[in-house]
């Protein structure tokens, strides 16, 4: 069954290596890759792995990850995407293995912020729920996917009515990041 949802996804930057199993999609990182757009830090990535496919019109898609990682800044999470200078990503974020960050970037006309929150010690899944209700989205998250709370609310500037939506994952850091994707499904 999970793989007939997926036949309708396609890859912005092809992973190392992804494999299926009982679990779901397994996918691994390459090194060095990250989405982000920077003035103030003065780079611009644009080589994550995204794995997609095209939505019209208002939709919710919940994205589950299931990970474990020794920091540099790891990330899997959900994306919502128009092109390479209006997007969003949230994801759970290592810095350091001992203080899990729940991040979230939304990047309008080529500018990224940067909003964080602390979660749990010892996550090693999360599930995120994006809402797009007439070009507003609304973003919620689960440890235990059952209560979701919200944790962003945005607009991109540049909303056209095709926007591609689903999983994103990254490594800035250090290579061979393992995640792996079980649940991804729209309503």
């Given amino acids: 069954m999970f793989l007939e949802q997926l036949r309708d996804f396609e890859w ?26 920077s003035l103030h830090h003065r780079f611009t990535k644009d080589d994550g792995h995204f794995f997609f496919t095209r939505k019209t ?3 919710v898609c919940t994205v589950k990850w299931d990970f474990t990682t020794n920091g540099g800044f790891d990330q899997c999470g959900i994306m ?23 991040g979230t970037c939304v990047t309008n006309a080529g ?9 749990p010690v010892g996550i090693n899944q999360i599930w995120y729920r994006l809402k797009r209700v007439n070009g507003d989205c609304l973003l919620h998250v689960s440890l235990d996917g059952k209560k979701f709370r ?16 689903g999983a994103y994952a990254c490594s800035p850091q250090r290579d061979d990041f393992e995640a792996i994707l079980s649940q991804i499904d729209f309503e």
């Avoid at 992804?18 to 996918?27: A, C, L, N, P, T």
């Avoid at 962003?152 to 095709?162: A, I, Q, S």
Wanted: net charge negative; with cysteine.
């Fill in 150 to 165: 919200q944790v962003r609310m945005f607009h991109l500037l540049n909303d056209c009515p095709e926007v591609k939506i």
């Fill in 57 to 59: 019109g208002n939709f």
């Fill in 12 to 37: 912005y930057n092809e992973p190392a290596d992804v494999s299926f199993d009982e679990r779901g999609m397994r996918v691994v990182s390459r090194a060095g890759t990250d989405f982000w757009q």
């Fill in 111 to 119: 500018a990224s912020d940067w909003a964080s929150q602390e979660i």
């Fill in 80 to 102: 919502l995407r128009i092109d390479e200078r209006n997007w969003v990503k949230a994801s759970v974020m290592f810095e350091n293995f001992r203080a899990p960050l729940l």
